[in-house]
T-cell receptor, first 114, second 111 residues
Framework: DADVTQTPRNRITKTGKRIMLECSQT?????MYWYRQDPGLGLRLIYY???????NKGEISDGYSVSRQAQAKFSLSLESAIPNQTALYFC?????????????FGEGSRLTVL | KNQVEQSPQSLIILEGKNCTLQ??????????LRWYKQDTGRGPVSLTI?????NTKSNGRYTATLDADTKQSSLHITASQLSDSASYIC??????????FGGGTRLMVKP
């Protein structure tokens, strides 16, 4: 089983719908992240959480919200999806221990907003 | 502004050939630099990490270099294989463990 699991892996939805992408991890890491990847562009940080009570906006948080339900779970919500939110979304984790900043990514969630 | 620039954007080589990918950064202060490999449709996976004091590090057929003075890193792939076809992403860690991502180099290895 994957250490970082994202659901759903693929989702097609319509403009205005509410969408939730879920992420769970078995690595025991304290830090979790949501990134967005668009064709030809690098990974961009949406939100990150350093522990259950810590939520921080990334560079492109507008239109998104997150919830850290437990150390192992971090969900991303699009309250009212729009077509330019069509992208590949990645959840990632890291540990403060060792402090090297290595990210462990999930397999990605491909979202299409029509 | 912290930036990480990678070149080339894309590259096609024949199987068995070598190639070198470049990463230039302006992140300061610098903590470390990491190269990730991202297979199509998959999440990135770390290949190697370079810290300030390291000049060269190898991981199998992958060799990374770092010149902290010129703020440049390279990833050299020796005797390429079809499975090397992927995107390679350079990520620099700066102050407060904040990460700056490069746009990636898309490598295609043809038989």
């Amino acid at each position: 089983d994957a250490d970082v699991t994202q659901t759903p892996r693929n989702r097609i939805t319509k403009t205005g719908k509410r969408i939730m992408l879920e992420c769970s991890q078995t690595k025991g890491h304290d830090r979790m992240y949501w990134y967005r990847q668009d064709p030809g562009l690098g990974l961009r940080l949406i939100y990150y959480s350093f522990d259950v009570k810590d939520i921080n906006k990334g560079e492109i948080s507008d239109g998104y919200s997150v919830s850290r339900q437990a150390q192992a779970k971090f969900s991303l919500s699009l309250e009212s999806a729009i077509p330019n939110q069509t992208a590949l979304y990645f959840c990632a984790t890291s540990s403060i221990r060792g402090n090297t900043g290595e990210l462990f990514f999930g397999e990605g969630s491909r979202l299409t907003v029509l | 502004k912290n930036q990480v620039e990678q070149s080339p954007q894309s590259l096609i080589i024949l199987e068995g050939k070598n190639c070198t990918l470049q990463c230039n950064y302006t992140v300061s202060p610098f903590s470390n630099l990491r190269w990730y490999k991202q297979d199509t449709g998959r999440g990135p996976v770390s290949l190697t990490i370079m810290t300030f004091s390291e000049n060269t590090k190898s991981n199998g057929r992958y060799t990374a270099t770092l010149d902290a003075d010129t703020k440049q890193s390279s990833l050299h792939i020796t005797a390429s294989q079809l499975s090397d076809s992927a995107s390679y992403i350079c990520v620099v860690t700066g102050a407060g463990n904040m990460l700056t991502f490069g746009g990636g180099t898309r490598l295609m290895v043809k038989p």
